[in-house]
C-alpha cells in the first residue's frame, strides 16, 4: 500500500465520520434505537481521536512551519475543537436514536464539516509545500498512531482503569499528557517489523522455553 500524505490521511478520516454520521442517520429514520447508539458511539470515538491527533502532531507542524500564520490557523481550529468536545460530553448524557440527541448530533456534524473543510482547504494545502512530501508522509504515519494507542469503545469506568479508557477522561486529559503515553508506544515502521519478525517465530517450548527467529 502506497505511503499517505497527512493531506490524505487527515481527509480520509473525516469521510469516515461521514459516513458514520450516514449510517446514524439512517438507523435514526428506520427508528432502530440500538443501531443508532452503535454508530453515535463509534462516531463520537472517531471524532475524539481524530481531534486529539489533529492537536499532537498537526497543529504543532502549523505552529512550527506557518509562522504566526501558522498560529492562527492552529488557536483557530483547537478552539473550534473545543467547541465540538463540549457537545462530546453532552451527547456523552444522553440517548442516541431521541429527537434531542439526533438534533446535537446534527448540528455538531455541520460545524465538524466547516471545520474540516478548513483543513482541508487552507490548513492542509498551506502545511505540505511547507514541510515537504518526506515529513509530510512521517506525520502521516504519527497522525495514524495516534489511532492505535486510543481505546474505540468507551469502557464503564472502573477504579483500576487510567482515566484515558473513557471518552470524557480522554477528552480532558491534557495533550502534554497524552504526547506522552503516545511516545511510549512503538512507532508503525517498529510495529511493522515485529509483525515481519513475528511471521518466522516459533516458541518451540519443548526446546527449553526459547523463542527462537528463524
Ligand atoms: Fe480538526
Ligand atoms: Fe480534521
Redesign the pocket.
Known amino acids: 500500500m502506497a505511503q499517505k500524505t497527512l493531506f490524505q490521511a487527515?481527509k480520509e478520516d473525516h469521510e469516515e465520520m461521514y459516513e458514520y454520521h450516514d449510517q446514524y442517520q439512517r438507523a435514526f429514520a428506520k427508528g432502530d434505537v440500538e443501531a443508532c447508539a452503535r454508530w453515535a458511539h463509534q462516531l463520537r470515538w472517531e471524532i475524539a481521536r481524530?481531534?486529539v491527533g489533529?492537536e499532537i502532531v498537526?497543529y504543532p507542524l502549523m505552529e512550527k512551519h506557518l509562522g504566526d500564520k501558522g498560529k492562527e490557523l492552529a488557536d483557530h481550529?483547537r478552539s473550534?475543537?473545543s467547541q465540538v468536545k463540549q457537545e462530546l460530553y453532552k451527547l456523552e448524557g444522553m440517548q442516541p436514536g431521541t429527537e434531542e440527541y439526533t438534533s446535537l448530533l446534527n448540528r455538531m456534524m455541520t460545524s465538524?464539516h466547516h471545520?474540516?473543510d478548513d483543513?482541508e482547504i487552507d490548513d492542509l494545502p498551506l502545511l505540505e509545500p511547507a514541510i515537504g512530501e518526506a515529513a509530510s508522509m512521517e506525520a502521516a504515519q504519527d497522525f495514524k498512531r495516534t489511532k492505535k494507542f486510543v481505546p474505540t469503545r468507551a469502557h464503564p469506568a472502573a477504579p483500576n482503569q487510567p482515566p484515558m479508557e473513557t471518552l470524557v477522561g480522554f477528552l480532558a486529559a491534557p495533550v502534554d499528557k497524552l504526547l506522552d503515553v503516545f511516545k511510549s508506544f512503538p512507532r508503525e515502521d517498529e510495529m511493522k517489523a515485529a509483525k515481519e519478525e513475528l511471521k518466522h517465530r516459533d516458541h518451540d517450548a519443548a526446546a527449553g522455553r526459547q523463542a527462537t527467529v528463524q
Open positions: 487527515v481524530h481531534a489533529e498537526v481550529d473550534e475543537h465538524l471545520h474540516n483543513e
